[in-house]
């Protein structure tokens, strides 16, 4: 009995929740050597579907980490393992860490599922963990490791973030900076395929080159002119330059062009989604379900909070 009680009193837990986030178009910058260096600049919007995490900790003789994804315990889940190191790291002692994470996007499908987990349980690990650090310093472990993981490079930023807008500077929380563009009444419609490896995507020479023709000229004139019909013009000739549309999301696409729709695919996903006025969401849906019967659409808002704790 006593030692049940002293288990509750150690015991902690903490909960966040991080937006998805879907990319029209981005530039790769990888270069220096310095992870917190490292990202991309981009535009994209943070939605109000993403990943709650939850967090139980206690003391033990050594670190241990039990990670589930949707109510099924993985072995698989390499950035939130990897997270979960470096906040150990930085504690003075030794824990037994649960982690529950419960996705409401298509995983692995551009909807920054990845980055969402990694920074919703490094905000969640720093709260219950006790370490004291700020929301930017423990993003920026997030941040670092998705690029060791290679699964992204700006996401952690833009959930951070929250909203609609642009990455202007590369980096990690407190070094990259972003943009977010005023708006009203705006819906995202998304009908997801399944994934595209971003790994293997961000590895690709030619892939690369291609993506970094159109990037970074792209979130200028965005910035210049920073309507969601400028978003969507720009990203739908992005995803076209860039040349990973498939067949199934092409006559996809083809059916929404029919209905004088503008949609894009997400980067990187096999993902076709709009963002437009609110009014017209359910127009959208309706097109989509005709076009791909029997897949699921996602209807969300734009979440302009950004990553946060929760109770």
Known sequence: MDGGLNMERTMREAS????????GFFQICDEPGDPLMKGSKGAGFSITLGVSTKVKVEPSERNSVII???????????????????MLSVSDESHRIWVEHHIQTPIGAGFGSSGGGALSLALALNEALELG??????????HVAEIEC??????????????FGVTVRPGAPGIGETVRFRHCGLSVVCLSFGPIHTKEALSDPELRRRINELGGRFVDELHRDQSPDMFMRLSRRFAEHVGLITPQLRAVLERTDEAGILCTMGMFGEVVFSLLESEQA??????????????EILIAGIEEEGAHLTS
């Open 16 to 23: 966040a929740f991080a937006p998805g986030h879907l990319t």
């Open 68 to 86: 589930s994804i949707n109510g099924d315990v993985t072995c698989e889940a390499e950035v939130s393992e990897n997270v979960a190191r470096k």
């Open 133 to 142: 650090l700020s929301r930017i310093e423990a993003a920026r472990v997030a």
């Open 150 to 163: 290679r699964t992204g490079l700006g996401t952690v930023l833009a959930e951070l973030s929250g909203g």
């Open 282 to 295: 359910g127009r959208l849906a309706e097109t989509l379900r005709r076009a791909a019967p029997g897949h």
